[in-house]
């Protein structure tokens, strides 16, 4: 089994599947087993990790913290700053706390986890201000549609933004209207977070349908169905190892045109354009 790659709008090569990360760190007594698959993952070659100052208050980036320890400079570790955060100091000061908590000198790639109400020429200022400090390699966005992106890449030099990271599953496909070929057409890779829709749609008759014609688990199809085009990042999170492997081997699995026109008959593609899905 082999890890594919997405190339971000700077060149660099990431990881198609990483690990996500959204409600570790809640409990002292989940810690060991988080960070044990974390560092599973890492082995496998599941070296993006997503995190955020957000998750169980900071407690996230500790678990990721302790995973990292010693084995830094191969991952790719994604941090987000609350909206609530980004002013021009305020970003500065929320991207040193995350540093201090995940142990590590700089992120690869530092978020705007949504759109907020402090003006973005202060968060991108910020993130400038960051890359010139080394603390961070990259900057992109998260939660944003087109009515977002417009403005901001009209503010910006060519390829500063590195990714939009947005709610994508079988059951969420609204970006397929209008802000996936947006993305496209602009060279703007996606990382879909909640790619099985946190385990809600694997009981779905049309997903257990595909999973047994390819003899997998539901999770597996809803991952490869993520998965397929070549400029999807997917960030599946999970503490089983179990599941950790079966994530892993989604990567090895070809949807065919049947599948996909299974699967299209009841998770219906968008026809109408929706607010762009939170979670
Ligand atoms: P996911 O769709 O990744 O689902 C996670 C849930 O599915 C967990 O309960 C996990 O349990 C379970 N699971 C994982 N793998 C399997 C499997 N193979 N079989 C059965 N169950 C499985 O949801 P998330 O919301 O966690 O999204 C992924 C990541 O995206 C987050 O962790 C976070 O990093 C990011 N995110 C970003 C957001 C943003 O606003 N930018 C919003 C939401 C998420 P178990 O641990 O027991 O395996």
């Not at 997405?6 to 959204?22: E, M, S």
Request: net charge negative; hydrophobic share 40%; proline share 6%.
């Amino acid at each position: 089994m082999q890890q594919r790659y997405v190339t971000l709008p700077d060149g660099t090569k990431v990881p198609a599947l990483g690990q996500g990360t959204w409600f570790m760190g809640e409990s002292q007594s989940h810690a060991e087993q988080e960070i044990t698959t974390l560092k599973m993952g890492i082995e496998m070659g599941l070296s993006l990790i997503d995190t955020a100052e957000m998750y169980a208050d900071g407690g996230a980036e500790m678990v990721v913290g302790k995973a990292i320890k010693g084995i830094r400079d191969p991952l790719f570790i994604v941090s987000k700053v609350l909206p609530y955060h980004a002013t021009y100091q305020g970003t500065i000061d929320a991207c040193q706390r995350s540093l201090k908590r995940l142990q590590t000198d700089y992120l690869d790639l530092y978020l705007l986890h949504w759109p907020g109400t402090v003006p973005l020429n202060q968060t991108v200022d910020a993130m400038q201000t960051l890359i010139m400090q080394g603390k961070i390699k990259r900057w992109g966005v998260s939660n944003f549609d087109v009515d977002g992106l417009l403005p901001l890449i009209q503010a910006i030099d060519d390829k500063q933004l590195m990714t939009n990271q947005v709610l994508y599953n079988l059951s969420r496909r609204g970006i397929e209207f209008d802000l996936l070929p947006w993305s496209r057409q602009h060279h703007l890779p996606t990382m879909a977070y909640s790619p099985i829709e946190q385990g809600r749609i694997l009981t779905h008759p049309a997903l257990i349908h595909v999973a047994k014609q390819h003899n997998v688990e539901p999770a597996q199809i809803a991952l490869a169905w993520v998965l397929r085009t070549p400029d999807m990042i997917a960030i599946p999170k999970t503490s089983s190892p179990d599941h950790l492997r079966a994530n892993f081997q989604a990567l090895a699995i070809n949807l065919s045109d049947d599948d996909l026109a299974c699967l299209d008959s009841t998770f219906l593609p968008p026809s109408r354009k929706k607010p762009l899905e939170m979670l």
